[in-house]
Each structure stands twice: as structure tokens, then as C-alpha cells.
């Protein structure tokens, strides 16, 4: 089992940048490809991009390729999402999610943080 904790969300203008982390517990951290979903408001939790295990492959939205990189540091248990050119529509609640296999779809990750709230203003 593996828990996560998500930070660095915020309040930005629209054109800024914020560098999300989510910390998770556990020695088996290395073993979960991890991904981040963002939620808004009325929407259903969509990808956002993912990571392999060993930091190789990624996977992004294309409404985020180009602005976001997800990255990981195994020996820090932690993921990240740097989020540059902001948009208003990049609102939402982000979470982090790890599980056994690449995937965009979220019922496929067991495992969730709380969500990191980002807001995004024009």
C-alpha cells in the first residue's frame, strides 16, 4: 500500500508557474507508475500525465503538453508536476494517484491523495 500527500497548490495569474509535489509513504513507491488528474469544478477527474516507475515513459493531456512535465525522484518518494504558462482554465483540484500500470483512465489507480487546489486568474 502506498499514501500520498499532494502540496504546492495556489493562487497564480494567468502566465505564471507552480511546481506540485506529492509525497508518498511506503518502501514500495518505486514499483507504482504515478500519475496526477485534475478535477474541476462540475467536471469529471481527468489525466493530467504520467510517469512510469522508473521515470522513464510520460503521458501527457494535450491540453498541457508543451506547459507541464511530470517528473519523479525515487529516492525522495516523490512525483512532481511543474505547471508553466498557466491558464484560467487550469483551475481545478490536482491529485496524485499511483498504481500497477500506465493509465489515463482513474478508476484504473488505487491509490489517491486529498487534492491540491489550483486557481488560475486572468
Known amino acids: 500500500q502506498v499514501q500520498l500527500v499532494e502540496s504546492g497548490g495556489g493562487l497564480v495569474q494567468a502566465g505564471g508557474s507552480l511546481r506540485l509535489s506529492c509525497a508518498a509513504s511506503?518502501?514500495?513507491?518505486?514499483?507504482?507508475?504515478m500519475a496526477w488528474f485534475r478535477q474541476r469544478p462540475e467536471k469529471e477527474r481527468e489525466f493530467v500525465a504520467g510517469?512510469?516507475?522508473?521515470?522513464?515513459?510520460?503521458d501527457y493531456a494535450d491540453s498541457v503538453k508543451g506547459r507541464f512535465t511530470i517528473s519523479r525522484d525515487n529516492a525522495k518518494n516523490t512525483v512532481y508536476l511543474q505547471m508553466n504558462s498557466l491558464k484560467p482554465e487550469d483551475t481545478a483540484v490536482y491529485y496524485c494517484?499511483?498504481?500497477?500500470?500506465?493509465?489515463?483512465?482513474?478508476?484504473?489507480?488505487?491509490?489517491w491523495g486529498q487534492g491540491t487546489q489550483v486557481t488560475v486568474s486572468s
Open positions: 494517484a499511483a498504481g500497477r500500470y500506465r493509465n489515463v483512465v482513474a478508476r484504473q489507480y488505487p491509490y
Open positions: 511506503g518502501r514500495t513507491f518505486s514499483t507504482y507508475n
Open positions: 510517469i512510469s516507475w522508473s521515470g522513464g515513459p510520460t
